[in-house]
């Protein structure tokens, strides 16, 4: 590869992440309305042990055609980390969370991630802190929070529903902060697909739980929950693996910031519930963060087009 293609292709592969990351948030903004209905008839164990199910199904096929295999033993200890801290843990506090605040304290609670994410891969993954991810990240922090107060009912939060947000928003972080390294040594549908049968595994004790329930759930919560499991599980973790082994998780932590906005605007489409402006600004607010971390600072800029010039060869 010539030094002048060498940029095109860095940003080929960074485009291509971009859109990666920008499936994983669409698809887990939705996960936030399916939630909902699910979480109606099915407990936050079953719920989330019915959905990883799905997931790995329909990982498990995807597995099988492309004929991938097992994933390296250097991979394993990055993928079993995650699958029980995020595909596992996370997943089921987050659901038993959801039941004991209303949505916007959750919401605001669980916007943590990201920054512990931030924090976590500055020192483990030695990836640093850039200022303007720091900055990107406080302002749609700041906007989060706009949405999630604006979104707040009568202040029914319990002790137990901030901790149980508190510890989804930390198990998100580090199994997101474990996953990386593995990426170095498996694929990213290697990865989510044996994260997600850990957090499969992890799950198991809620089987009876889930069995008694599928019995009595209307058939819309139980078609919600197949959702789930296919795209923002099956789908959506890889993609954000896929995103996440080609840029740094701080990055992709500051990525998902845009959820609340577009949830916000799927709220509004799907279930015609009208946002007020103060929910509109905080959405906005939100992916001008999002923006913000994204981009690349102009010192960064002219060196990437001075490392594309032809260099020049004195003898001609």
Known sequence: MTTSQAPSAARRSELLALAAAGVTVVLWASAFVSIRSAGEAYSPG???????????????????IRREGLPPKAAWPGIAISGVLWFGLYMV????????????????????????MALLAGWLLK????????AGMVVSFLGAAVVGLS??????????????????????????????????????????TFGCLI?????????????SELGDAPVSATLNMLYLGVFPTALAFTTWAYALARTTAG???????????????????ALDEVPGLLTL??????????????????SRVVATAQESRPVLDPTE
Not at 47 to 63: I, Q, S, W
Not at 258 to 269: D, G, K, N, Q, T
């Open 251 to 269: 990055k992709m932590g500051a990525t998902t910031y845009a959820v609340p906005a577009i949830v916000v605007l799927m709220s509004w489409l």
């Open 46 to 64: 079953a719920l989330a042990l019915g959905r990883l199910l799905a997931g790995v199904v329909m990982l498990g096929a995807f597995l099988l």
């Open 127 to 134: 990836e640093g802190l850039p200022k303007r991810l720091l």
């Open 281 to 298: 600004l905080g959405g906005a607010i939100c992916l001008a963060g999002v923006g913000v971390s994204r981009s690349r600072g102009r």
């Open 93 to 116: 506090v987050l659901n038993w969370g959801e039941q004991k605040v209303d949505a916007g304290t959750a919401a605001l609670v669980v916007n943590v991630g990201p920054l512990v």
């Open 151 to 192: 979104m707040s009912g009568e202040g029914n939060a319990s002790v137990l529903g901030v901790v149980l947000c508190l510890l989804a928003a930390i198990s998100y972080a580090g199994g997101v902060v474990a996953q990386k390294p593995a990426l170095k040594h498996a694929s990213p549908l290697q990865v989510t």
């Open 199 to 211: 957090g499969a595994v992890a799950c198991l004790p809620f089987t009876g739980v889930l069995i």
